[in-house]
């Protein structure tokens, strides 16, 4: 048994209470982690062509780390695939996004740019949608679950991870729209802790959000 699973399987009532900069010290790491590639490319010091490239290099060091530490696979939400009333809820949940999403555009008026999506749709919906799952949903339960500060701490905390990884676009309304998307895909990992029915979900709201100009 590794020093790292050890040391994650030993109970934190026997240890002495850490120090408060050293308790958040994760959950500050994972924040910037994720931020620096959006926080770069808006400075001009990173090509805003590379922001798909940086998510998978922060998302591989992000799921290296966990199963380093001794997490599974399952931990990180990867498992019961075949539970349908967690696919029932994300197709429920998808629709009504998918809703509020066209009433968006009856709206306000958006103007972005859909991508080549022939060539884009297998990266996204193979690729980016898992990635920005993994980062945005299972690692951070994992960290305040550790903390003892999961419940709606953790849903927001999320929904604020998800948000930044979007700071690479510098659009406020898409800012606010992910934090909001991220709300509810965390509130719904938070009750199911299945990860599978979240990337489908994702991958549908992605693909309407470029169809629809709205990312």
């Not at 050890?6 to 994720?34: D, E, I, S, Y």
């Not at 805003?48 to 922060?58: K, N, P, S």
């Not at 991508?115 to 949608?129: G, I, N």
Request: glycine letters at 8%.
């Amino acid at each position: 048994m590794g020093l790292m699973t050890f040391l994650r399987q030993v109970p934190t009532q026997t240890a002495a209470a850490p120090h408060p900069a050293v308790r958040f010290a994760p959950l500050a790491g994972l924040t910037l982690l994720l931020a620096a590639p959006g926080i770069a490319i808006q400075f001009g010091l990173l090509p805003f062509e590379y922001r798909m490239g940086a998510l998978i290099v922060v998302s591989a060091l992000c799921i290296g780390l966990c199963l380093w530490a001794g997490f599974s696979f399952t931990e990180l939400g990867f498992g019961r695939p075949h539970q349908w009333r967690h696919w029932l809820g994300a197709v429920a949940v998808t629709s009504l996004i998918s809703a509020v999403m066209l009433l968006q555009t009856r709206l306000f008026s958006f103007d972005a740019q859909p991508p080549a999506w022939l060539s884009f749709a297998p990266f996204y919906v193979l690729v980016s949608s898992p990635c920005q799952e993994v980062v945005c949903r299972s690692i951070p339960k994992l960290i305040t679950d550790r903390m003892e500060h999961g419940g709606w701490a953790y849903v927001l905390y999320s929904a604020a991870l998800f948000s930044l990884i979007h700071l690479c676009y510098g659009d406020p309304a898409l800012l606010l729209n992910t934090f909001l998307l991220g709300v509810v895909w965390g509130f719904v990992y938070w009750r199911t802790l299945n990860i599978w029915p979240l990337i489908a979900s994702h991958a549908a709201i992605g693909t309407l959000a470029f169809a629809l100009g709205l990312a």
